[in-house]
């Protein structure tokens, strides 16, 4: 059934054309590893995801910073409250009492003061991490706790501080709350409380940022994107002056605004649905500022493996099949169809070669050519992956079953122009039919690359996708292989099924039908 004859003919008729095809294609691999895998590509993808990450954490610092504000100036407006009501009751008590005004006052005045320490303490922080639905034992009610008391900085009974130390060991101004105290019943003091809070709540949240413990936790948040404690140094998010710059400037801005919009409320506007509004504006990242498309794609991009998928979907998919299925095209069609046209099949025919045997002899030629082009492709890429340093999930296993998807494609269309070389008679409808296929299937994967999901949202076209079902060359799924799924193991065996009744369909149609010999 196999001629070594025949096989060594088309070994030296079609040897020449297979060694260049060959090395171009292990040449065009070789360089679009290399240059990909040390050049720009990763460094683009890591610029890309590195600043797309520092705009989100920017941006959830600038949110804590006003959710700090917050809630700092609501405590202390409260405080306020106990303290004046607590203060003018201790006061006309103590008048009551026969006490000199000189001396009621002060001793009004630390009453009332430990009495709003207290509501706040008992009261107001409790509903508070209540209302967030914290645990009360929870690092954030914690830290809701932190908000409250550093900014207030209450008096201890020793006449001390109690947070001096933490606001000194930054270098920042010892400023205390019972200093505003003195002007609780002037209009200016809401003006003082505010900027009081500011002064106090940016250089918490920045010691409490750059602490060694939040700085680890949230370095284990980034690893998955691959961020290192170096990188998360250069964003500046690990030094206190820089952090306590970006709370300082969001809660600024968005004191500034608050004021003109609070002066010029429209109707059906609240308080607080101006205050929502006005800081989703001030800590917008740069995803939140861009249109939602923009921002997704750009969020793909950032996370995507740009050098496997360049590998993986670009090379071997569309780029890397370019030249095989030329020589497929044109060693398919010299097989059979090419012979018969020319008349050199009647010679071989007369002689002991059997149709079943010239058939079965040409397709094992067609398809073992192509299986040692694509290991001599699979040992190229696997030994240009072990020289490439660059960031990314394709390995030499998922390397070699791109190879096997591509030789399986191969294969497939393989079957199509053999059996088309099979069917006709003449080499240009053979060529026309088949090879015309095979272009078509390859153009129309390159037109739905850009249709497909590994592309960007902010580039893909959806209609373009429609031309991936026009293909068998859709049936190769690096995106699979590439995830570590199992899904283009079906697909693989299409493509064999096709191949396998493609070739064996080309047999029976040749011995069965009348050759013009």
């Known amino acids: 059934m196999f001629s070594k004859s025949l096989f060594k003919q088309s070994c030296k008729a079609n040897g020449t054309m297979w060694i260049i095809i060959t090395v171009a294609v292990c040449f065009m691999l070789s360089c679009v590893m290399l240059i990909s895998g040390n050049g720009a590509i990763s460094k683009t993808k890591e610029a890309i995801q590195s600043t797309i990450i520092e705009g989100e954490l920017r941006s959830s610092l600038q949110k804590k910073a006003l959710n700090y504000y917050e809630i700092g100036n609501d405590a202390m407006a409260r405080f306020d409250e106990t303290f004046i009501s607590e203060y003018q009751s201790a006061y006309m008590n103590a008048l009551a009492a026969g006490m000199p005004a000189e001396q009621a006052a002060p001793a009004a005045s ?8 207290s509501y706040l303490q008992n009261t107001y922080v409790p509903g508070l991490i209540a209302a ?9 009610a914690q830290e809701l706790q932190g908000v409250v008391f550093y900014v207030l900085n209450p008096l201890q009974e020793d006449g001390t501080y109690m947070f001096d130390g933490f606001f000194a060991a930054h270098g920042e101004n010892l400023e205390h709350y019972t200093d505003l105290l003195a002007n609780i019943g002037d209009a200016i003091h809401p003006e003082e409380r505010e900027k009081y809070v500011m002064n106090h709540c940016a250089p918490f949240m920045a010691g409490n940022m750059v602490a060694e413990e939040n700085v680890q936790s949230v ?5 998955d994107y691959g961020i ?10 690990s030094d206190y002056s820089n952090v306590k710059d970006i709370a300082m400037a969001a809660i600024v801005d968005y004191r500034a605004n608050l004021e003109y919009r609070l002066d010029n409320m429209k109707d059906g506007q609240t308080v607080e649905s101006i205050k929502e509004e006005l800081q989703k504006q001030t800590t917008n990242s740069l995803l939140a500022s861009l249109p939602e498309e923009v921002s997704a794609s750009l969020d793909e991009l950032g996370q995507m493996d740009l050098f496997g998928v360049l590998v993986g979907s670009i090379f071997f998919k569309m780029a890397g099949l370019l030249l095989p299925i030329i020589y497929m095209i044109m060693v398919s069609n010299a097989l059979i169809a090419g012979q018969v046209d020319s008349g050199s099949m009647a010679y071989i025919l007369s002689t002991s070669t059997k149709r079943r045997s010239v058939t079965f002899t040409q397709a094992a030629f067609l398809i073992s050519s192509l299986f ?47 059996l088309a070389s099979c069917w006709f008679d003449r080499s240009k409808h053979a060529m026309g039919i088949g090879g015309g296929l095979s272009m078509f299937f390859l153009v129309a994967t390159m037109l739905g690359l850009f249709g497909s999901t590994i592309m960007p949202s902010i580039i893909r076209m959806e209609a373009l996708n429609y031309f991936n079902y026009a293909t068998i060359i ?9 995830d570590g799924t199992w899904d283009f193991l079906w697909k693989f065996g ?7 009744a493609c070739y064996f369909a080309g047999g029976v149609r040749f011995r069965k039908k009348d050759l013009p010999l």
């Open 110 to 117: 630390m009453g009332a003061y430990a009495a709003a320490a």
């Open 132 to 140: 967030y639905g914290y645990d009360a034992e929870s690092q954030e």
């Open 219 to 223: 370095l284990d948040v980034l690893a």
């Open 228 to 237: 290192s404690k170096e990188q998360y140094d250069e964003f500046g998010f």
């Open 372 to 418: 040692a082009m694509f290991v001599l492709t699979a040992i190229t890429s696997v030994i240009c992956l072990s020289i490439v340093d660059v960031n990314t999930g394709l390995t030499w296993q998922k390397l070699l079953l791109l190879n096997l998807g591509a030789f399986l494609v191969m294969f497939a269309m393989s079957g199509i122009c053999f």
């Open 474 to 482: 859709t049936l190769f799924d690096p995106i699979s292989i590439l």
């Open 494 to 500: 299409i493509l064999i099924a096709v191949g396998c």
